[in-house]
Structure formats: structure tokens, C-alpha cells
């Protein structure tokens, strides 16, 4: 059973305006989640996490918010901007010493110039 | 510097040849993953390394054996593999402690087996 999920395989959006990517879970002991950005061919690249005993996390035009209740995470990318054009995968961190991250299937993110 | 590095970027190899994979780090990281994604797939953890010692083993087949020889690098031995481990190989880092769940992924190394 997916743990993360991110149900949106695509996203398209016009440059200068938000990106917003979304992501749902099922653990409620998940302890941190993670956004990760991955171009073709390449590693991910670390973006951004958020504690969840955090509701908002900022850095530079990158938000995470993290609605506990609603087993739910965004992140806001504003102002979009061509490069920002990638997979985005949203991961959940179980814990201290687990050393398992789970990974959503992740979102297609096209900045349309 | 968040910096993993992998090599080979690229490689192919046969069924019943042996071939490595690197990685290094010099973050000072005492965790080290290997992960192995397939496309349109996310990444699945393989190994993960804590202290130079192996940690965790995703039920790995003993075709692909992981080694650790010291605290900035990581090795993953390939030896009679199948078509369909063809994938991409990602190594990753992190530290222990407060910022533990931040794993910083290297560029892979892109493998077919043939």
C-alpha cells in the first residue's frame, strides 16, 4: 500500500505564476517530509523539508505547508520560473535511526515561458 | 558543499562480468544509501551504511554486494546481473542526528546490462 502518494503525474504553469505540488500520506508517524527536485539522467536534488510538528516552512521562492489533520503537504514555488521544470518528488522521513525514506511517484513539472 | 559523487555516469556490462560502482562524500556523512530507480519509478533504498557498518538490507539479491571501506565512500560490487537490474544507481548521505532525514543524492551511474 503507497504510504506517499502524489496523485497529480503532471502539472503545467505559466512562467511568473505559483506552482503548487501536492502531496498525501497515510503514517501519521511519519517524523519529517522532504521535497526533492530530479531533472532527467541526474540524482534528486534536496529542496526543502518540513518537521511535522511544523505547519509552514520557508526558503527563498520554495514554501512547504503541512496540514497534519488533512495527512497533507504543498509546496508553493513562487515566481515559477522555466528552470524550475522537473520531477518533483515529495518523500517522508520515519525516524530517528530508521534511515527510510518513502517516496511518492512523483509530479512532472512543466514552467511554460 | 552538498556534494556525493558517482562513477561511472555511464556504464555496460554483461551478464557474467563483475564491475563496481563509487561513491564518495566528504560532508563528513556517517550514512550512506544506495538506491536504484527505475524509470518514470521513485528511487527504492538497497543498502544503507551507518558508521561504516551495514545497517539495513532491502532484500537485496547477492548478485549486487555493498562494501564501505571507510567513512567517505561506498562501493557497490556487480557480479552476474540480469537485464532487468538495468536502472539508474544513486548513492546518497546524510548525518546523524538533528538533520538526519536530509539525504543528498549523487548524479548516479546509469547501467545496462546486456
Request: aromatic share 12%; net charge positive.
Amino acid at each position: 500500500d503507497q504510504q506517499v502518494k502524489q496523485n497529480s503525474p503532471s502539472l503545467s504553469v505559466q512562467e511568473g505564476r505559483i506552482s503548487i505540488l501536492n502531496c498525501d500520506y497515510t503514517n501519521s508517524m511519519f517524523d519529517y517530509f522532504l521535497w526533492y527536485k530530479k531533472y532527467p539522467a541526474e540524482g534528486p536534488t534536496f529542496l526543502i523539508s518540513i518537521s511535522s510538528i511544523k505547519d509552514k516552512n520557508e526558503d527563498g521562492r520554495f514554501t512547504v505547508f503541512l496540514n497534519k489533520s488533512a495527512k497533507h503537504l504543498s509546496l508553493h514555488i513562487v515566481p515559477s520560473q522555466p528552470g524550475d521544470s522537473a520531477v518533483y518528488f515529495c518523500a517522508a522521513y520515519s525516524g530517528a535511526g530508521s534511515y527510510q525514506l518513502t517516496f511518492g511517484k512523483g509530479t512532472k513539472l512543466s514552467v511554460i515561458p | 558543499d552538498t556534494e556525493v559523487t558517482q562513477t561511472p555516469k555511464h556504464l555496460v556490462m554483461g551478464m557474467t562480468n563483475k564491475k563496481s560502482l563509487k561513491c564518495e562524500q566528504h560532508m563528513g556523512h556517517r550514512a550512506m544509501y544506495w538506491y536504484k530507480q527505475k524509470a518514470k519509478k521513485p528511487p527504492e533504498l538497497m543498502f544503507v551504511y551507518s558508521y561504516e557498518k551495514l545497517s539495513i538490507n532491502e532484500s537485496v539479491p547477492s548478485r549486487f554486494s555493498p562494501e564501505c571501506p571507510n567513512s567517505s565512500l561506498l562501493n557497490l560490487h556487480l557480479h552476474a546481473l540480469q537485464p532487468e537490474d538495468s536502472a539508474l544507481y544513486l548513492c546518497a548521505s546524510s548525518q546523524h542526528g538533528t538533520r538526519e532525514h536530509e539525504q543528498y543524492f549523487g548524479p548516479g551511474t546509469r547501467l545496462t546490462v546486456t
